[in-house]
């Protein structure tokens, strides 16, 4: 696998070289944009609105607008010379309880392998975490973005999820229509409660599939043989009236296990 940035975790006076490499890939089918007319894909060319010239990548440098019409241009080799540890260097700022982050401050993942002479610190780092289940938080700039980040362990290898700064997350309280504290009858708490048991089970990844992915490319396949397809037929999921509600549980409960019954059956 290629490495995307090659640096070093910084763990007190420790110093592990490292490489971040891509935790995910993308697997979406992509749309072109065509001319309805005669089905060629449009292009998109970059033009300088004062010159009227075609740009390519090298004509175009990145700037920043301090007044009307005066800008600061700021080169790819000002970035790498920036002031700023966290340009070469995951610094570790503290540890966490591996459970004390909320996944809505979870951005991105990268895959974290030891480089020429890092193996046994990232040993080390990775055991430490593991015997005291917890994360690392640390900071680390990866382009042109200083993040802060939580790094963890995942089967063998460390993984550095870049995170929102809390001043990136929206406030709960802006939602509206937030119902509060509600009265609810204890039969309806205790079915509702009997049908998450009832559907409560192991993580199991490899069991989700993208389903409209899969639809998708059928559709795609259908259509290149010139076919008409039509739409399937979706589930009755009208919305629950309150008189509904303990009638729809009780038959989700029955529903789900049976399907729990079903399961164990072919599983034996």
């Keep these: 696998m290629r490495s995307l940035w090659k640096g070093a975790i910084s763990f007190g006076l420790v110093h592990i070289p490292c490489r971040l490499y891509p935790a995910t890939e993308d697997h979406d089918l992509h749309f072109r944009q065509l001319h309805r007319a005669c089905h060629a894909p449009i292009e998109y060319h970059k033009v300088c609105p004062q010159c009227g010239d075609r740009l390519a990548a090298d004509d175009i440098v990145r700037g920043v607008e301090v007044a009307p019409g005066e800008f600061v241009l700021i080169e790819d080799a000002d970035l790498e010379e920036m002031p700023l540890a966290t340009t070469h260097t995951v610094e570790i700022e503290g540890f966490v309880d591996l459970g004390a982050v909320d996944p809505l401050f ?75 504290e509600v009265a609810l009858p204890e039969r309806e708490l205790a079915v509702a409660t009997l049908l998450v048991e ?70 034996q």
């Design 106 to 180: 979870f951005e991105k993942p990268y895959l974290v392998g030891p480089a020429d002479g890092g193996a046994r610190p990232y040993a080390l780092l990775r055991a430490v975490l593991l015997r005291t289940q917890r994360a690392a938080v640390a900071k680390v700039a990866i382009r042109t973005k200083e993040s802060l980040a939580l790094l963890r362990v995942v089967g063998d290898c460390l993984v550095l999820e870049l995170m929102r700064y809390p001043d990136e997350i929206r406030d709960w309280h802006d939602v509206d229509g937030l119902p509060g």
């Design 198 to 267: 009832r559907l409560t089970g192991p993580w199991r990844p490899d069991q989700y599939q993208d389903n409209y992915r899969g639809a998708l490319q059928t559709l795609i396949e259908r259509r290149a043989l010139g076919e008409r397809v039509s739409a399937a037929p979706g589930p009755d999921r009208a919305e629950t009236r309150h008189a509904d509600l303990l009638a729809a549980l009780e038959a989700s409960v029955a529903a789900a296990t049976a399907q729990r019954a079903q399961g164990q059956a072919e599983h």
